[in-house]
């Protein structure tokens, strides 16, 4: 095997997504095969799994290697009526259309379509809906390869629920096993100007209108939330049109995109045109870049029960914030047992941001946002954030034996990198 086929200089490694991480790999392994996985891992460390690049944070980046999955061949097998196994580099958008060619379906997809499988399960990464878990809750087993080989992890094994929310820090990911259920239907509705005190005062209820529910606002008015976009199974009860008309809000006439004044084009069918769920669950079509990069994005996950004062927080916040803000968008997610995820042990709230591109502006201000939250949120692992590392370890309940588990499958520290070290992950 030719080392020119196999690697790439660091030269050509270049940025993430949003251009504002800087690859300080010294060369990247783009394997197109099973064997020249095990070439790649065989190289000196640090090695990196490296996904679709979406990540803001240098929680991907490494002064090793870095291991590019999306060369590999795709894998979309039918294991049993409710699982299929995919290829770790497969982008969520083309796996799903290819579930619904099989009459199949996943229970919940993030805003877009554009993110890689293993790359947003190893992050936490997920979408809106009170009762659906983030996309890592998908995965029923996965298959981990490192310097010593392979190995597969299955849902009621021990380490599991350490092992799939893990950081890159356990080795790559080569395949997982993900629940699927039949094909369903969705219908979008986008409703305008809900009242934020009515918002508040009702929230559990507003949260539960559809599926898949996010309150977007730019926070120029704090007073009223710009959208409410609700997401519904077709063939369950729709919203609640008597909270709707509590909360003011007037259905949107003409198809919206969560930046009010931004062309809709990118986005999924609404005005309650049902189709397949692959194609209303994300907010963003697979077929268009749904921005050019030109943005940065922070998100801190409270406990439900902290969710309400976690607003309010920001809205006391909007005059500093709403300069530099594209859109805020809330969005809920349930509990479960992995341990790196923020709604681990009980179901969460997302206060996300999507930033104008002024990174020294952002991160003066996140502090100051940081500091307004509950002492319960937890930044998400692939956004931006300034908390301090020995904070987020204190929010992190399972941190430590995450830590163990990481020293007894990576003894040698080949996957880690200065993220991991910061948090407490030696190299």
């Not at 009459?103 to 009170?130: K, R």
Request: glycine residues 8%; charged residues 25%.
């Amino acid at each position: 095997m030719a080392l020119s086929r196999l690697y790439d200089v660091a030269m050509s490694i270049g940025t993430n997504w949003a251009g504002n991480v800087s690859y300080s790999a010294r060369a990247v392994a783009r394997p197109r095969s099973r064997d020249e996985l095990v070439s790649a891992l065989a190289t000196p460390g640090p090695l990196r799994p490296l996904g679709s690049r979406h990540s803001f944070s240098a929680i991907a980046d490494t002064d090793g290697t870095l291991i590019d999955l999306a060369e590999m061949p795709v894998v979309i097998d039918q294991v049993s009526p409710g699982a299929v196994r995919v290829s770790a580099g497969l982008r969520y958008g083309e796996l799903g259309a290819e579930l619904q060619r099989r009459g199949l379906a996943l229970a919940n997809l993030a805003s877009l379509p554009h993110i890689s499988v293993a790359g947003a399960v190893s992050t936490g990464t997920h979408g809106s809906g009170d009762a659906i878990g983030s996309l890592a809750t998908a995965v029923r087993a996965i298959t981990l390869a490192g310097p010593e080989g392979e190995r597969v992890l299955r849902r009621g094994d021990p380490d599991f629920p350490g092992a799939i929310v893990s950081l890159g820090a356990l080795g790559v990911i080569v395949e997982l096993e993900l629940d699927v259920e039949p094909a369903y239907d969705v219908a979008q509705t986008v409703h305008e100007g809900p009242a934020w005190d009515a918002v508040l005062a009702e929230f559990d209820r507003v949260t539960a209108l559809g599926t898949s529910v996010s309150i977007f606002s730019r926070w120029t008015d704090r007073d009223r939330a710009d959208q409410l976009w609700v997401k519904n199974r077709v063939g369950e009860p729709g919203p609640d049109r008597d909270l709707l008309a509590r909360l003011g809000a007037t259905a949107a006439t003409v198809p919206r995109h969560p930046i009010l004044g931004v062309s809709a084009e990118a986005c999924t069918p609404q005005l309650g045109e049902a189709g397949p769920w692959h194609e209303r669950l994300p907010h963003f079509r697979l077929a268009f870049t749904p921005s050019a990069g030109e943005e940065l994005q922070s998100e801190y996950l409270v406990p439900r029960r902290d969710a309400v004062r976690a607003i309010e927080a920001v809205r006391a916040l909007a005059d500093r914030i709403a300069p530099l803000l594209l859109v805020n968008e809330i969005r809920t997610v349930a509990a479960d047992d992995l341990w790196l995820s923020s709604s681990y042990g009980e179901p969460a709230v997302g206060v996300h941001f999507t930033w104008r591109r002024d990174q020294p502006a952002v991160e003066a201000l996140l502090p100051v946002i940081e500091e307004a939250l509950p002492d319960t949120a937890r930044p998400h692992w692939g956004k931006l954030a300034t908390l301090a590392p020995a904070e987020i370890r204190r929010r992190t309940p399972r941190w430590g034996d995450f830590v163990t588990l990481a020293d007894r499958m990576d003894p040698s520290g080949r996957f880690r990198n200065a993220s991991l070290e910061r948090l407490g992950l030696a190299r």
